[in-house]
Every structure is written in structure tokens, then in C-alpha cells.
Antibody, heavy 118, light 107 residues
Framework: EVQLVESGGGLVQPGGSLRLSCAAS????????MHWVRQAPGKGLVWVSR????????TYADSVRGRFTISRDNAKNTLYLQMNSLRAEDTAVYYC???????????WGQGTLVTVSS | DIQMTQSPSSLSASVEDRVTITCRAS??????LNWYQQKPGRAPKLLIY???TLQSGVPSRFSGSGSGTDFTLTISSLQPEDFATYYC?????????FGGGTKVEIK
């Protein structure tokens, strides 16, 4: 059974940092692209970032470029999102999602809530 | 960036109704269009990819069509478990973008 389990969310002050993790199991993690997608409370889905299977190809949304860093450790079957210089508008549930070709996301984690507030 | 516009933003329908949701891209995206279903408090679930390919395990009452800039998601006979919010997403180019969502409610 495919499982994606996010962790690392919480309450952080504006300007602070958090690192999200996504532990993968039940599939060949090293063969899949991975995405981070976020959803602000009561709002729609917003794509954040994508990394290819070996970590050599990375893309970001303009709203997070320069502040967020996506990475992966294929030996640990884990995806990461390092979030720096956090802003109130980064408050959202963050989902990790797997992707066979870097396009659609076929499996999603349950999400982890990040709240940026003083 | 490619803008995705869904319509309607919400609709009310009865069980066994036929429901159609449309999604329009601001530029051509070939068939790089995906549909997701999301229920409150849950992660999105992939329904259809590449405009019309049904994801494994998804009931056949869901179907997708279209190419270029105009796409539709059809539920042929709405079931109680289908009341949810539906999102389209283009995967033609980054940044990948989602439509604003269509909330399907019980009439």
C-alpha cells in the first residue's frame, strides 16, 4: 500500500523557518517525481514545488522561490521542504504527492498544517 | 503562467443526476489536464489524467474529455459519495496550476 506521511508542521513566527518531511513507503520512491502542494484554510490548491526522481531537476512557484528548498533522500525514502523567511500568507496545509512523470499526482499524503503567526 | 478557470464554482444536484464541470486554460495545453476530487478535511484524490484516462480504481461514472483549452469532467449518475469539491490542473508547463474548484452540493 502506498503511503505518504508528512510531518514537521506547526506554529512559527513571521520570518521563521520550518522543515517539512514526507516519508514514503509502498512504492519505488527513487523512481518517482515528487511535488509539494499547499492549501490555505478554506481556499484552493496551489502547487509549490517539484523535484525529479534523482533530485537533479527542481522547480518552484514564484511565490516561494528563494525562500523554500525542496530536496529528497532516496536512501531514506523521504522528501523535504525547507521553508525560510516564512510569511503569514504561507499559512496552509502542505501536501506531498507522488508523480510518475512530473505531471499529475497519483498519491497524496494527509497533509501537515503550517501556521505563520505572531 | 497558465490560468485555469473552472465553472461553475458551485452547483447543487440530486443523486443520479448527470453533472458536468468545465475547465478552460488560458492557452493551449494539449491534453495535459488532470481532475481531482477533494472531500472536507481530506487530501485530494486523482480521478482522471491526460484529459480522459481514468485513474485505477475510480468508478466508470466519471469521465473526462477535451483538448487544447477546453475540458469537461462528467459524472454520469451522481452518487452520495460524490459530493465534494473538484479541481482541474494543467501539467503542460510549470508552474503547474489548478482551477479554483467546483463544489458539488446536495440539492
Amino acid at each position: 500500500e502506498v503511503q505518504l506521511v508528512e510531518s514537521g508542521g506547526g506554529l512559527v513566527q513571521p520570518g521563521g523557518s520550518l522543515r517539512l518531511s514526507c516519508a514514503a513507503s509502498g512504492f519505488t520512491f527513487s523512481s518517482c517525481w515528487m511535488h509539494w502542494v499547499r492549501q490555505a484554510p478554506g481556499k484552493g490548491l496551489v502547487w509549490v514545488s517539484r523535484v525529479n526522481s534523482d533530485g537533479s531537476g527542481i522547480t518552484y512557484a514564484d511565490s516561494v522561490r528563494g525562500r523554500f528548498t525542496i530536496s529528497r533522500d532516496n536512501a531514506k525514502n523521504t522528501l523535504y521542504l525547507q521553508m525560510n523567511s516564512l510569511r503569514a500568507e504561507d499559512t496552509a496545509v502542505y501536501y506531498c504527492a507522488s508523480s510518475p512523470y512530473g505531471g499529475f499526482s497519483d498519491y497524496w499524503g494527509q497533509g501537515t498544517l503550517v501556521t505563520v503567526s505572531s | 503562467d497558465i490560468q485555469m478557470t473552472q465553472s461553475p464554482s458551485s452547483l447543487s444536484a440530486s443523486v443520479e443526476d448527470r453533472v458536468t464541470i468545465t475547465c478552460r486554460a488560458s492557452q493551449t495545453i494539449s491534453r495535459y489536464l488532470n481532475w481531482y476530487q477533494q472531500k472536507p478535511g481530506r487530501a485530494p484524490k486523482l480521478l482522471i489524467y491526460s484529459a480522459s484516462t481514468l485513474q485505477s480504481g475510480v468508478p466508470s461514472r466519471f469521465s473526462g474529455s477535451g483538448s487544447g483549452t477546453d475540458f469537461t469532467l462528467t459524472i454520469s449518475s451522481l452518487q452520495p459519495e460524490d459530493f465534494a469539491t473538484y479541481y482541474c490542473q494543467q501539467s503542460y508547463s510549470t508552474p503547474l496550476t489548478f482551477g479554483g474548484g467546483t463544489k458539488v452540493e446536495i440539492k
